[in-house]
C-alpha cells in the first residue's frame, strides 16, 4: 500500500498545502483542484475541523486524490491523522517518533529538515521523502544538498513559486509542497475563486510536467 502512495506522490509530484480552510468549503476546493489536475492535498492539523476534513475528504475523494496530513509534531498526531483515512504525513520539523509511528501504520513519511545532517538524519529514520523547510534559498542551495546526498528524494516547501518551480525541478527535486502559492485560504471560495484556482493549479502542473 504504502509503495503506491510513494509512486503516486513521485509521479503526479505537486502537492497542494491546504491550512486554515473554511471546512464547509473544504470539498469544493479540492475538486477545484483536481479539476486542474493535481492529484495529492495535505490538509494542516491546526486547520479548523482538520480530522473531520481528512475523514469527510478520504471518503469522498479518496479514489481520485491522495490525502494526507500536515503540520504534524508528534506521534499521538499522526495516528490520529492516520486513522480519520491519511494516507501520508507531513512534518515541518523532524521527529523521529512520528515517522516511526508514520510507518508502524503502512503510511508514508514526509518529515520536514534543512540541513545536510537534519535530512541525512531524517532518511536514515525512515522518512521517504524529506521536505526541505523552508525553501527560500532556492534551486542553488536544492542543487548543494542533492550533490552528496543524491539517493535522498527532496520535497522543497515554503516558497515555492511558479517563478521557481522549473528551477527547483532541475536541481533534483522529486515533488514539491505549494502552500500560499496556490491555495490562499483567506480569500471566500466563490464560484469565481475556485475556477481562478482551477486554472492556477493547471499552470503548476503544467510547469513541473514542461521539466520532464
Known amino acids: 500500500m504504502s509503495s503506491e502512495v510513494l509512486a503516486h506522490l513521485l509521479e503526479h509530484k505537486v502537492v497542494s498545502i491546504i491550512r486554515g480552510a473554511d471546512p464547509d468549503r473544504l470539498v469544493d476546493i479540492v475538486r477545484a483542484l483536481h479539476a486542474g489536475g493535481v492529484r495529492s492535498v495535505e490538509i494542516t492539523i491546526n486547520s479548523p475541523k482538520a480530522m473531520a ?4 475528504l478520504s471518503a469522498e475523494l479518496g479514489e481520485q486524490m491522495m490525502i494526507g496530513a500536515g503540520t504534524v ?8 491523522a492516520l486513522l480519520a483515512g491519511a494516507r501520508f504525513i507531513i512534518s515541518p520539523t523532524l521527529n523521529v517518533k512520528t515517522i516511526r509511528m508514520t510507518k ?3 503510511a ?6 534543512f540541513t545536510p545532517t537534519e535530512i ?5 529514520h525512515g522518512g521517504d521523502i524529506i521536505k526541505v523547510f523552508p525553501a527560500t534559498l532556492g534551486a542553488g542551495y ?3 544538498i542533492a550533490g552528496p546526498l543524491p539517493h ?6 515554503g516558497g515555492v513559486t511558479l517563478a521557481n518551480i522549473r528551477d527547483l525541478h532541475a536541481a533534483g527535486a522529486v515533488a514539491f509542497g505549494l502552500g500560499s502559492s496556490l491555495v490562499d485560504t483567506k480569500t471566500p471560495a466563490t464560484p469565481e475563486y475556485l475556477t481562478a484556482l482551477t486554472d492556477k493549479a493547471r499552470q503548476f502542473v ?4 514542461a521539466g520532464n
Open 142 to 144: 536544492l542543487k548543494d
Open 73 to 80: 509534531l508528534d506521534p499521538e498526531t499522526a495516528r490520529a
Open 104 to 106: 508502524r501504520y503502512g
Open 53 to 56: 476534513g481528512i475523514e469527510r
Open 206 to 209: 503544467q510547469a513541473v510536467s
Open 120 to 124: 541525512l538524519t531524517a532518511y536514515e
Open 152 to 157: 535522498i528524494p527532496l520535497m522543497p516547501t
Open 108 to 113: 508514508i513519511s514526509i518529515p520536514g529538515a
